[in-house]
């Protein structure tokens, strides 16, 4: 049991070197969702949704996946569905947040708590400037982050890929 938390919490030291306009992946785990989804929260419309399932055995920290302005943070109370579910994103708790990269382009990006997870942290608030890789939360013991970007972006995943949080490129931003 003791080395089930200590693989919940633990923070490796990864470096992190992307360009300037990829999209780096925010945590580890598997790409579970990618498609077009009408996002209501914030942009009020249609954008790619990309989901990565956090299973218990994956590192839960999670970064900044673009360099910018934290244009948007919220808390949402919610319940504790499994994070494969797909009324987790709306809702389970969550907490979203949104970076406007310095070519204009916005990245929403959302921790969802699961049936197991039961604490959403995240040490960023509105106007703080962040960079590609630094943390920004960490779901305990939980379960998924979504990222909602342009319908323009460029994917360089798959679904089923096993990607890791530093390490992964998502995509790339086109310029505005």
């Known amino acids: 049991m003791v080395y089930l938390i200590v693989q919940f919490f633990r923070v490796p030291n990864r470096s992190c070197n992307f360009e300037e306009n990829d999209i780096m992946c925010p945590a580890d785990g598997k790409v579970v969702v990618i ?3 009408e996002e209501t929260e914030y942009f009020k419309d249609k954008r790619i949704q990309i989901s990565i399932f956090m299973s218990p055995l994956n590192v839960h920290a999670n970064y900044n996946p ?5 244009k948007y ?3 949402h ?8 579910h797909p009324k ?4 389970n708790e969550r907490s979203t947040l949104v970076t406007q990269h310095k070519n204009g382009r916005e990245v929403l990006f959302r921790q969802i708590a699961g049936a197991v997870a039961r604490r959403i942290c995240f040490y960023v608030k509105q106007e703080d400037q962040v960079k590609t890789g630094d943390e920004f939360g960490f779901i305990k013991f939980g379960s998924r982050i979504d990222l909602l970007l342009p319908l323009d972006t460029t994917i360089d995943i798959k679904i089923g890929d096993k990607v890791k949080a530093k390490m992964t490129k998502i995509g790339e931003l086109k310029a505005k």
């Open 35 to 37: 498609e077009e989804v």
């Open 66 to 70: 673009i360099s910018g302005i934290i």
């Open 73 to 75: 943070v919220k808390y």
């Open 77 to 84: 109370p919610g319940l504790f569905l499994v994070a494969w």
């Open 88 to 91: 987790s994103s709306t809702d």
